[in-house]
């Protein structure tokens, strides 16, 4: 009987122990509701007040696009509840200038609205069938051009594309583009002094070729020591007598070989 009367009791006591746990989990849910309601009755309540009232748009890192253009798109929101403004939707529109690589859109409390933006930098002018002037950046995205004054002093390609091919946002995809751009890559790298020598580039039998803003000179570059040879050719130019119309091969190492041209 007492071994009977202990295992009822141990059983007894059990029964009240997980009572007891029930009884501090439901609290504790009790409590984590009643939490979310109160954080969501005080979100709701700073949506609908005007302390967060949008007053100030502050724009950094634009060169090229105007603050107004993107004021032009922020305006609308003036006013709203800060909370309640979309960032992705402002972003979204802010990306649709092809200028713009990237955006960052912060929420200042209490007022303010700041966007840092990142923009595309031109490397080269493509130059339409029409003699136009497209500048694109180092993905062959062409750039937005911002007037009639040509602003950015780049390099030019001459192309077969008429203006409609060199749309804005557009990402170009032709060989003679990518080479293009390619080397002038590597002369920002290699031989930034040489930079701004470069008046044009052009492309014959996948030959890029660079055409001397100083003398009219079509230089054929190296494949190797490219700083080494810019070095020997700008020698050879100012001390000797390079016909205007000569072509000049850097290809042969620690050697400038002059070609005569058309």
Known sequence: MSIFRNKMEDSLNGSRKRRGSSRYYLFFLICLVALGALGTGMYLLLLNVSWFDLREVQIQGNVSVADSLIHNITRPYLG???LRISKRGISGEVLE?????????????????????????????LKSTSGDLFPIDEEAVVLERYGSVYTEDLPILSTYLDNSGLKAGTQLDKPYIKSALQLHKRIQKEAADFLPLVSEYYVIDSLVYIVDARYGTRIIPSTQ???????????????G???????VDLRFDNQVVVKAGN
């Open 225 to 239: 020591n490219l700083a080494k040879q810019f070095k020997r050719y700008q020698f050879v130019q100012d001390n």
């Open 97 to 125: 200038f092809a200028r713009i690589k990237n955006v960052k859109i912060r929420r200042r409390l209490l007022h303010t609205l700041s966007i840092q933006i990142l923009e595309r930098k031109g490397l080269i002018y």
């Open 80 to 82: 709203q509840n800060l």
């Open 241 to 247: 007598n390079i016909n205007r119309n000569s072509v």
